[in-house]
T-cell receptor, first 113, second 113 residues
Framework: GEDVEQSLFLSVREGDSSVINCTYT??????LYWYKQEPGAGLQLLTYIFSNMDMKQDQRLTVLLNKKDKHLSLRIADTQTGDSAIYFC?????????????FGQGTELSVKP | EAQVTQNPRYLITVTGKKLTVTCSQN?????MSWYRQDPGLGLRQIYY???????DKGDVPEGYKVSRKEKRNFPLILESPSPNQTSLYFC????????????FGPGTRLTVL
């Protein structure tokens, strides 16, 4: 079945770059997403990438997609303490008239001053 | 303000006592869904609804019911809660379907003793 895998923890120093990695299994996924969850809050869409793209940049965020290896990464440049949160990778699986988001386990990013 | 609201935010209950978690959105969205979040498992979809009176099972529907009598509301019902339903629950909505941006509620933390 569909599966999305992420490492559970990442710790970086303020000002460094953070790279959060994700692997997925559904090669037919059309969209891949990164969500951010701050403590006590719901998920907030950070960015997404279409499956026909290799890279997408949005200010401090860079998303890289390697379709051959089914690997997605999120790079946060100049990481700040406010970036401390759990980051979820998700892919869309479409079936019949519906579809669903398959989430990874989430990577907890800790930014140390 | 466009938002998804959930009530209650926190609930402690006992096994077998029926409960309802409400979800409401003010964005005139057609698509709504419920997820549960458990440590190390990410988010898993419980039920979703494509429109009024149209609901369908997600990945983990056992022990849950939903209804969609009005467009804005999508309550989650636990007829006979059990301890394995202790979890963090999120409601989400989107304009028309799974490929549209999902807006998440703040979450409901449920403990079943």
């Amino acid at each position: 079945g569909e599966d999305v895998e992420q490492s559970l923890f990442l710790s970086v120093r303020e000002g460094d770059s953070s790279v959060i990695n994700c692997t997925y299994t559904d090669s037919s996924s059309t969209y891949l997403y990164w969500y951010k969850q701050e403590p006590g809050a719901g998920l907030q869409l950070l960015t997404y990438i279409f499956s026909n793209m290799d890279m997408k940049q949005d200010q401090r965020l860079t998303v890289l997609l390697n379709k051959k290896d089914k690997h997605l990464s999120l790079r946060i440049a100049d990481t700040q303490t406010g970036d401390s949160a759990i980051y979820f990778c998700a892919e869309i699986t479409i079936y019949n008239q519906g579809g669903k988001l398959i989430f990874g386990q989430g990577t907890e990013l800790s930014v140390k001053p | 303000e466009a938002q998804v609201t959930q009530n209650p935010r926190y609930l402690i209950t006992v096994t077998g006592k029926k409960l309802t978690v409400t979800c409401s959105q003010n964005m005139n969205h057609e698509y709504m869904s419920w997820y549960r979040q458990d440590p190390g498992l990410g988010l898993r979809q419980i039920y979703y609804s494509m429109n009024v009176e149209v609901t369908d099972k997600g990945d983990v529907p056992e022990g849950y019911k939903v209804s969609r009598k009005e467009k804005r509301n999508f309550p989650l019902i636990l007829e006979s809660p059990s301890p394995n339903q202790t979890s963090l629950y999120f409601c989400a909505s989107s304009l028309a379907g799974i490929t549209d941006t999902q807006y998440f509620g703040p979450g409901t933390r449920l403990t079943v003793l």
